[in-house]
C-alpha cells in the first residue's frame, strides 16, 4: 500500500488487516538495535595497518644473524655498513628495535619505533628514514633500498642505490626507481666525531711513513 494511504492513521488501527504501529514509537524502542559507526578515521594509523612489512617470517628464519635492541643494533648496522665500504653515518636510525642480515642474499633489514627525518649538514640535505628499511647490500653497493627519501625543493624523492666508487674517490652516488643520481662527498656522511679520528690516524699514519723514509 502506498505511504500516502497511512498519512492521517492512527495507532491501534488495522490497515489491509494489519495493526498500524506508530514509526516513530518503533525507531525509538529499537535504536538500541542499530549499528554504530566511528566517528573519526584516524587515516594515518589505517595505512600503516595496511602497510605489508617486506621482512617475513621465511626471511627471518634463513638470517644469519638477527639482533634486538637500540644500542646492539647501532653497533651492528654501522659495522656492516664499514664492512660493505660505505661511510658509518649513513644510516643515523633511532630507538632500532630489530635489524638482521641474510648473508646468502645481501638482505639486510632495521626496524626503528618511529621514522626520523635527518638533516646531514655538510651538504643541507634531508633525508626521512621510515619505520622499516630494507636493502640488499655488496661491497661498495646497497641495492633495492626501501624506506629511504630525500627532499629536492619541496619534494620527497625514493632512493633506491647508494654507491661509492672503487678505487675510492671519496665520492658517493645516490640513485633514484627513475634512474636520477647525485653524488655526493663521503665526509658527508661520516660520524662528525669518528672523522676527526680518522683523520688524525690517517695524519699520524702519514707522518710516520716520511719519518721512516727520511732514517733510510
Known amino acids: 500500500m502506498a505511504l500516502w ?23 525509538l524502542t529499537t535504536r538500541h538495535q542499530l549499528p554504530s559507526f566511528p566517528t573519526r578515521l584516524d587515516s594515518t594509523t589505517q595505512v600503516q595497518k595496511q602497510k605489508m612489512s617486506l621482512v617475513t617470517e621465511e626471511i627471518k628464519a634463513s638470517a644469519s644473524e638477527i639482533y634486538h635492541g637500540d644500542e646492539m643494533c647501532q653497533e651492528k648496522s654501522k659495522f656492516l655498513l664499514e664492512e660493505i665500504g660505505m661511510p658509518r653515518g649513513l644510516l643515523p636510525l633511532r630507538d632500532i628495535e630489530e635489524c638482521g642480515y641474510v648473508k646468502d642474499t645481501g638482505f639486510v633489514w632495521l626496524k626503528q619505533k ?4 635527518h638533516k646531514f649538514e655538510k651538504i643541507g640535505k634531508l633525508v626521512s628514514y621510515a619505520t622499516e628499511v630494507t636493502a640488499v647490500v655488496e661491497k ?61 690516524k690517517e695524519e699520524k699514519e702519514v707522518n710516520a711513513a716520511a719519518v721512516g723514509v727520511k732514517e733510510v
Open 5 to 27: 494511504k497511512y498519512f492521517g492513521t492512527h495507532k491501534g488501527e488495522k490497515i489491509g488487516g494489519q495493526l498500524y504501529q506508530d514509526p516513530v514509537r518503533i525507531a
Open 114 to 117: 618511529k621514522s626520523v627525518t
Open 140 to 200: 661498495n653497493k646497497i641495492k633495492k633500498l626501501t624506506g629511504v627519501k630525500t627532499k629536492e625543493l619541496l619534494v620527497w624523492i625514493t632512493l633506491s642505490d647508494i654507491s661509492v666508487d672503487d678505487p675510492p674517490t671519496g665520492k658517493i652516488t645516490f640513485k633514484t626507481p627513475a634512474g636520477l643520481f647525485r653524488t655526493f662527498p663521503v665526509s658527508a656522511f661520516e660520524i662528525e666525531g669518528e672523522a676527526v679520528k680518522e683523520k688524525t
